[in-house]
């Protein structure tokens, strides 16, 4: 069996770059890239010249496969994305999973992570957190993480947004979750690093005054009390359960019951399939 190894890039500096991982990618038969062209970028930096095969979104269900099999034969692979961690809202979650079923063994290569540079010096209470990926565009969807936003037991919660709906998602947090405490961070590394921390409405303000000079993936972080919401309003079946956990102080699997008792008309499975989503945004 050979080893996949899932390695950190730098988010900005590539002075970040650790001296193992380059050696990890000066010494393994394969390289996965996100995009070639950005890794290439890397590499010559560092000047590893090393194959590489492109890894992505758009075709990791069907490239998983032969790549499980050339690690059944023995090959050394890395696993890299354009920049930090590989499986942290970018493509490696469904490789990793299928390497572990085969019981072929996967190493970390640790580095830069775009949530938790951004934590560390956020000022807020990292404690415990919840990481929610990107901000859904779709409304429903939308919706619902403003919801979860405000119930969750967690108190600080981390999402991604792009430069173009920056303004447009702290313009509705302020409208939702007025009085929260957000640190909005960008560019994180880089030459034009910026963060803005404080009440919502002021940071509001000042991002739109930079609306000349929004740049990079941001990461928010938002600190709130929770919120009971009223039971009309449609939540997800997540939120529904940290509410319970909430109002009853319970544990999962009392709140799991709360829920499927209030909800004759949704499956116990889809419940119990909300519970596993909820474990592992929360790492419960």
């Not at 947004?161 to 447009?168: A, D, F, N, Q, Y």
């Amino acid at each position: 069996m050979g080893t996949l190894f899932v390695v950190a890039t730098p988010i900005g500096n590539l002075n970040d770059f650790s001296s193992r991982a380059v050696e990890t990618l000066s010494t393994c038969d394969l390289i996965l890239a996100e995009d070639t062209r950005q890794t290439i970028k890397l590499l010559n930096h560092f000047k590893i010249k090393k194959k590489m095969l492109s890894y992505h979104k758009f075709n990791e269900m069907t490239r998983a496969k032969e790549i499980i099999e050339e690690l059944k034969n023995g090959k050394k692979i890395s696993l890299v994305s354009d920049a930090g961690t590989p499986c942290i809202s970018d493509p490696g979650y469904i490789l990793v999973k299928q390497a572990r079923e085969n019981n072929i063994k996967v190493v970390a290569i640790p580095g830069c992570s775009a949530v938790i540079s951004a934590l560390s010096v956020s000022g807020l209470d990292t404690s415990s957190f919840a990481f929610l990926g990107f901000v859904p565009t779709e409304n429903k969807s939308k919706k619902q993480l403003f919801n979860d936003l405000k119930s969750m037991i967690i108190k600080t919660k981390v999402v991604y947004e792009s430069p173009k709906r920056i303004i447009k998602f702290l313009e509705e947090l302020k409208n939702e979750i007025p009085g929260s405490v957000v640190c909005v961070c960008s560019e994180i590394t880089k030459v034009h690093e910026s963060y803005e921390y404080g009440k919502i409405e002021k940071v509001y303000e000042k991002m739109v005054n930079k609306l000349d000079s929004l740049k990079g993936e941001y990461v928010v972080i938002i600190h709130n009390e929770p919120l009971l919401i009223d039971k009309d309003e449609s939540l997800s079946l997540e939120a529904q359960i940290i509410n319970e956990m909430k109002m009853n102080n319970c544990s999962l699997k009392e709140a799991i019951n709360f829920v499927s008792a209030k909800n004759d008309n949704i499956s116990k499975k889809d419940i119990y399939n909300a519970s596993l989503n909820l474990k592992k945004m929360l790492s419960l």
